[in-house]
């Protein structure tokens, strides 16, 4: 007898693309997109978190923190609550993270662990606080 496969979603966070202001609020929203391919179900967590200040974008590259999956992540200067789900219910999910005080560039990343092994990935973008 097989097991059942269900349509699962992976989640990606909208960043915002002009500067943001120090200790502004952000409402940020995990968007739904339906993966190619069936799956077992299984509890997904995601969350955002904010690495930095650095002076430019090319010295965040060259120093931004190679991270193992984890909500919240080590080392974070900010991060949302975390969020759970099922892999099979594709709703929008909202979190909010306070932008710090201090004006530079952060690496804002968003973080996914699926199931209770752990897997998950982690994306970087650049935000800037001036």
Do not use: H
Request: with cysteine.
């Amino acid at each position: 007898m097989s097991a059942q496969r269900y349509a699962t979603y992976t989640y990606t966070v909208t960043v915002p693309t002009k500067p943001v202001s120090p200790n502004e609020k952000l409402t940020l929203t995990w968007e739904p997109t339906l993966a190619q391919q069936t799956s077992d179900l299984y509890e997904v967590q995601l969350c955002v978190a904010l690495f930095g200040p650095w002076e430019s974008v090319e010295a965040l590259k060259r120093s931004s923190p190679d991270l193992k999956p984890a909500c919240p992540p080590a080392g974070a200067i900010a991060t949302s609550d975390t969020v759970r789900t099922s892999s099979n219910l594709g709703a929008p999910l909202a979190v909010s993270l306070m932008v710090p005080s201090a004006r530079g560039f952060y690496d804002l990343r968003q973080i996914s662990i699926f199931g209770s092994s752990g897997n998950g990935m982690t994306g970087g973008s650049v935000i800037e606080v001036r």
